[in-house]
C-alpha cells in the first residue's frame, strides 16, 4: 500500500462539510515539509508554495495551499500514535519489498541537534535504523540517555524482529532485551562493557586463553578516512562455556573488536632534511 493510501485511511477529526482542504492531502504535503527540512507551520506553507506544480501531482490541491494555521490545526487534532503507526507501516512494506531485503535492525539512542533551549532540556529518541534501505523504522522519545534501557523493549514491541539481527550497544545489553528478541523469532548482537562485570570479565579471559589466530579471525582490513588509516580486526569464539551464559537466552559467539589507528601524513606538507 502506497504512502497516500496510508494517509488517506486515517480519520478525519474535522467537522464535516466545514473543511476545504483534503486531509490526506495537508497530512502528505506536510510530511514531504519536514522531509525536506522545515520547521515549523509557516515553513510548511512557504514549501508547499513553492513546490505547488510538483505536489499537484500526487494530491488534490485546487483549493490552494493550506494556511501555516491550517497544519497546525489539524497536526493537533490527530493522534500521534495513529500517524506513527501509519508511517511505520509504511517503513516496513518498503523493508519487505523484493528489491529492498534487509535483515539487520541497528538500534541507537540519538540527542536531537540544537534541540536544548534555556528552559528545555535536549531531547532524546531511541530509533530503529534500517542501514541497507537508509530507513527509519520505528522511534521512540525518552527523556534522557539513562531512560534508553525502559524504552528500548517498547520499541522492539512494535517491530517484526523474524530472521532479523538486532544490534544494540552497551546501553542496550540486558538481558530482559535478549529474552524479548529470541521470544520475537530475531537475533541479536550487543556491545559488551564493565556494566556486567562478571560476563565482562570472563569474556576478557576466554579470549586471553584463545588467543588470536587465523582460525578465529573472522574480518581484518584496513579504512583509510578522515586524515587517519584504521585497522580493524575482528575475533569469533564460542560463548557457550561462559559462566551464567545460560542466563542470556540465545547467546552463542563472543566477537572481539581490535581497531588499530595511526594518523596519514599531511601531503601538502613537505618535510626536507
Known sequence: MSILELLESIPDPRMEGKVKHNLGSILFVGLCGVLSGCENWSDIEDYCE???????????????VPSEWTFRRVFTLLDPAHMEQILSDHAASIVKSRDNTSDQIALD???????????LKCLYSITAWCQENSLVLAETQVEGKSNEIAAIPLLLEVLDLKGKTVTIDAAGCQKNIARQIKE?????????????????????DLKAREAEHDKNRLYDAFDDGHG??????????????LPAIHEWQGAKSLIAVETISSKNPDPDKQVTS
Open 109 to 119: 539512542g540519538k540527542a536531537l541537534r540544537r534541540s536544548k533551549r534555556l528552559d
Open 228 to 241: 587517519r588509516s584504521v585497522r580493524r580486526r575482528y575475533f569469533g569464539y564460542d560463548a557457550r562455556t
Open 50 to 64: 513553492t513546490k505547488f506544480e510538483w505536489l499537484s501531482r500526487y494530491v488534490d490541491l485546487t483549493n490552494g
Open 184 to 204: 520475537k523469532k530475531g537475533d541479536y548482537v550487543f556491545g559488551l562493557k564493565k556494566n556486567h562485570p562478571t560476563l565482562y570479565e570472563a569474556a576478557g
